[in-house]
């Protein structure tokens, strides 16, 4: 089975099981999110290079775990929706402009 | 293709044709994460009901975009990963003692 | 002694008592703060209205406490730079316009 | 007049002659307080160092105020609760335990 489908699944049966889906709004999602990449940064909170990978992985997962979560109730294709905002991106960040410039876009073009 | 293999793959490319692997951290896109996540929490800022499906869309894929890349640059497995983590909250939040209970496991086991 | 004078020395002290002023670098002050106002959030994660008040009170302070370094450490004046903002933000945000909307100034102007 | 009494008054003013309160619950404050944050760390996503200072003192700016209206929803006094929780830390950080040692208490401890 397709990776993401698997993953939506899984998850989704996860919730279920605990009757979680009563909290699972998307606004509480989206604190969520936030919360566990607030988690996720601790890892690197005083230190760019030296940092716990196992405690990375597991903050990530959690992000990620979420993020799948959001998608689901509001019954977006993860992957359609980030290749829409790609294609977004290539147009705010064409190839030769942003050549190894890390500006935002609104610079970008001033 | 699987899915999320598709879109590591068209997420390095798009990276790596703006010559962006130099900014790309395991650091700064923690950072990254944490402010895209910020953006997303934006859309419901005052309302959790009353947000903009196309904002919340978009939002949503950047801070999926930026976990696959720090997925990406540290090598780990995204279904792996998120598989193992659930594995571990299940351990946490059994099914008997999480059902219909939003409490965090540290309350959930006194 | 003015109260965000005294936090400030005090703070300060801490600080160099530990030595930590080697952390303390803008931008890792900046990554607590968003880590601290994400363990904010989560008193709020599932609920709005049932939240823990000494949880929320110890949260608020954490992030309090790294915004008063990110200015010590950049030599800012709160007071100033809090009323310089408002000055900006009474100019987005007109009274008539703004009342009782809690729309963003860009499509409060629209 | 005390700075930190002087700023409550002044952001209350704001808030209530634009008629606001009702958007400014608990929750909603710790959002935007996250939310800020998010753009505020934004100022320092690809580089420790090269930071806009007016930017950064904007963004202090906007966390500063949502966290002083917390306090006010809340009728938290702002002084009495930062010396509380340093209190706390400094118990949690002694001085010789802490001196120069970036770890988090529970590792600090071990």
Redesign the interface.
């Known amino acids: 089975m ?6 939506k699944l ?2 989704d049966e ?1 919730t279920e ?4 889906n ?2 699972h ?4 999602l ?20 030296d ?1 716990d ?1 196992n405690q ?3 903050e ?6 979420y ?2 979560q ?2 689901s109730v ?1 019954n ?1 294709d ?2 359609e ?6 294609e ?3 147009k705010k ?1 064409p ?1 030769d402009k ?5 500006a935002k876009y609104d610079k970008l073009w001033e």
Do not use: H
């Open positions: 397709d990776s993401l489908k698997e993953l899984k998850i996860f099981e605990r009757n979680w009563q909290f709004t998307p606004s509480n989206a604190k969520s999110i936030s919360i566990e990449a607030g988690e996720l940064l601790e890892c690197f909170q005083w230190s760019d290079t940092y990978l990375v992985e597991e990530l997962a959690d992000v990620f775990n993020c799948i959001l998608a509001l977006l993860v992957k929706i980030i290749l829409k905002k790609m977004k991106n290539a960040y190839k942003a050549y190894g410039n890390s």
